[in-house]
């Protein structure tokens, strides 16, 4: 799976196993960044498109944050040293790239782990280039990014700070995630500032840490009763409610996941 999503549908599978759909070096490109094997500046902007956050590599210019910008480079480091002899590719590096993103990207927005399912502020990470990694460059890139888009289209622009964006008990609406349409599964995913039938209210513990995966089903079945009670709270305990869940397999469990997200019906 190639497709970025939000955090609010993250893929933990499709992002552990790559963290790009192919070879590029994005738009605009800075000569001095293509194959550089220092790592780059944390706090960096640059205008990215759908296109450029799908690649495994980037070497967009950056730009002043000042202006128009749709990424933002939230967090920097090196890989594991036990990965200094690992495939440019494998599953290892994708893996280890990820966790430090993931962990890095609560941390930046001031979030708690609920927030950060249900906003549709996201993600992705970018590593050094072939000839880079070659030469030993070992380092990772996190880009924040306000969304996703369809091919084509912007991406959304972000504010000129982000940094503890989400340290709210009530975020924005315009960072947080709603659906359009009949059905949880079957909606739009917009902005909660848009106009919207579902709201991701909350979210729901299934497992703890160190327990197996028990299985679809139960994961699915426990979901199901810990939010029709959860959102019935959420509605001050309203007798006539609607509400839907997202919940995840055992891909994402293994990644740590112990989390789904449960919705309600809130036309605006």
Not at 33 to 38: I, L, N
Not at 103 to 111: I, N, R, S, T, V
Not at 134 to 151: E, I
Not at 174 to 181: A, K, T
Request: glycine fraction near 8%; hydrophobic fraction near 35%; charge should be neutral.
């Amino acid at each position: 799976m190639c497709a970025l999503t939000g955090a609010f549908a993250l893929s933990l599978a499709a992002l552990l196993l790559t963290s790009g759909c192919g070879p590029g070096l994005g738009a605009d490109v800075d000569p001095d960044q293509v194959d550089a094997v220092s790592a780059p500046s944390r706090g960096a902007c640059r205008v990215l498109d759908a296109h450029d956050v799908r690649l495994t590599t980037n070497a967009t210019r950056t730009v002043s944050c000042s202006k128009r910008h749709t990424a933002e480079t939230y967090a920097v480091g090196e890989l594991p040293a036990a990965l200094d002899h690992a495939a440019y590719d494998s599953e290892e590096v994708a893996l280890a790239g990820y966790r430090a993103c993931n962990d890095a990207f609560a941390e930046h927005l001031g979030a708690d782990e609920s927030v950060v399912m249900r906003t549709v502020l996201t993600w992705r990470w970018f590593r050094p280039s072939e000839k880079a990694w070659k030469k030993g460059a070992r380092w990772y890139r996190c880009d924040l990014l306000a969304g996703t888009t369809a091919a084509g289209h912007d991406l959304p622009a972000l504010p000129r700070r982000t940094e503890g964006l989400l340290h709210s008990s009530k975020p924005a609406d315009r960072w947080m995630v709603c659906g359009r349409g009949p059905s949880v599964s079957t909606s739009r995913k917009v902005p909660c500032s848009r106009p919207h039938d579902w709201r991701a209210a909350t979210t729901i513990k299934v497992g703890e840490p160190g327990e197996a995966y028990p299985g679809d089903r139960e994961i699915e079945v426990k979901t199901h009763e810990y939010c029709r009670t959860s959102i019935s709270a959420w509605l001050n305990y309203a007798v006539d409610f609607q509400f839907g869940y997202t919940w995840f397999h055992k891909d994402e469990w293994e990644a740590g996941n112990r989390r789904s997200v449960c919705w309600a019906r809130t036309e605006k």
